[in-house]
């Protein structure tokens, strides 16, 4: 069974400080592995995807995610948060079921951006 | 591109009837198409995968009758609460996938929110 654990359900930081969200998976083989954020009264939006490609991902809006194996972990980060990334942020593990594959969401962490 | 959406994005509805929420992918086909729930502050549940044409698999513990899925085009997909109570109350999103090399990708629908009194 696949699983991620976002170890965080709050994160509170300054504007225009570093952003860690940690996520921490769980596969039986080579995971496919997201970030997304939700604002309130919207739409999940991709962040990023790791694939099996690059390690170091680069997602939208400034955010990045390093898939390291050695420590099961897709920690989500950006070097200075803005007002507008106040938002719920989802770690997300796929699986494949043949003609699509399944999203297993992580718990979520509340991103919040003070002055 | 691969917009999703969602109609009603609100609905309020009387203890016992049934409530029709649409999906519909807006700018491409999709081949397989997923029905979440979200409580308040909590994650969102996968509860059923619907392929076109197809009758939808559901997730352990999801009540097949009392959530209908149709998967009637490659654009369109309904859930349908039939009978719905107060615990039904829910924040329901769907997603689209495109399918074949995209299979991984999901586009997500902005919700319904579910009010049952």
């Known amino acids: 069974a696949q699983s991620v654990t976002q170890l965080d359900s709050h994160v509170s930081v300054s504007e225009g400080t570093p952003v860690l969200l940690r996520c921490n998976y769980s596969s039986s083989y080579s995971p496919s592995l997201f970030w997304y954020v939700q604002h309130p009264n919207k739409g999940l939006q991709l962040l990023l995807k790791?694939?099996?490609?690059?390690?170091l991902v680069k997602g939208i809006n400034g955010f990045e995610a390093e898939f390291k194996k050695s420590e099961t972990s897709f920690h989500l980060t950006k070097p200075s948060a803005h007002m507008s990334d106040a938002a719920e942020y989802f770690c997300v593990v796929s699986f494949s079921t043949g003609t699509a594959s399944k999203l297993t969401f992580g718990t979520g962490t509340r991103l919040q951006v003070t002055l | 591109g691969a917009v999703v959406s969602q109609h009603p994005s609100w609905v309020i509805c009387k203890s016992g009837t049934s409530v029709k929420i649409e999906c519909r992918s807006l700018d491409f086909q999709a081949t397989t198409m997923f029905w979440y729930r979200q409580f308040p502050k909590q994650s969102l549940m996968l509860m059923a995968t619907?392929?076109?044409?197809?009758?939808?698999?559901?997730e352990q513990g999801v009540e097949k009758d009392k959530f209908l899925i149709n998967h009637a085009s490659l654009t369109l997909s309904t859930l349908t609460v039939t009978s719905a109570h107060p615990e039904d109350s829910s924040f329901y999103i769907c997603?689209?996938?495109?399918?074949?090399?995209?299979?991984?990708?999901?586009?997500f629908g902005p919700g319904t929110r579910l009010l049952v009194l």
């Open positions: 997603s689209a996938s495109p399918g074949g090399r995209a299979r991984e990708t999901q586009y």
């Open positions: 619907s392929n076109e044409g197809s009758k939808a698999t559901y």
């Open positions: 790791y694939t099996s490609a690059a390690t």
